[in-house]
Nanobody, 120 residues
Framework: QVQLVESGGGLVQAGGPLRLSCAAF????????MGWFRQASGKEREFVTTISRSGLMTSYTDSVKGRFTISRDNAKNTVYLQMNNLKPEDTAIYYC?????????????WGQGTQVTVSS
């Protein structure tokens, strides 16, 4: 069992940066792939990025490549999402998730989400 708590969301102007954090509670953080998803109002939840257990492998959806960076600190049981050059279309609730396999879709545990709003 892994409990996930996101933080760092807020209101930011277009072009600005924001960093999200996700703290994991449980003894098995380092054995899980971690991912970030987002859901904009009126839309389905979508995959944003994932990072492998070791941190050596990452994957991003095309719309955030070159702007977002996922990282993790297994000693702190935390995964981060650095978001740069934010655009209004990045506005969404961002969710942290954990998976037992390296995946862009199949996740076992989810956080409660944190709101990111990008103003134009």
């Amino acid at each position: 069992q892994v409990q996930l708590v996101e933080s760092g969301g807020g209101l930011v102007q277009a072009g600005g940066p924001l960093r999200l954090s996700c703290a994991a509670f449980g003894r098995t953080f380092s054995s899980h792939t971690m991912g970030w998803f987002r859901q904009a109002s009126g839309k389905e939840r979508e995959f944003v990025t994932t990072i492998s257990r070791s941190g050596l492998m990452t994957s991003y959806t095309d719309s955030v490549k070159g702007r977002f960076t996922i990282s993790r600190d297994n000693a702190k049981n935390t995964v981060y999402l650095q978001m740069n050059n934010l655009k209004p279309e990045d506005t969404a609730i961002y969710y942290c998730a954990a998976s037992k396999i390296y995946s862009t879709a199949n996740y076992d545990f989810w956080g409660q989400g944190t709101q990111v709003t990008v103003s134009s």
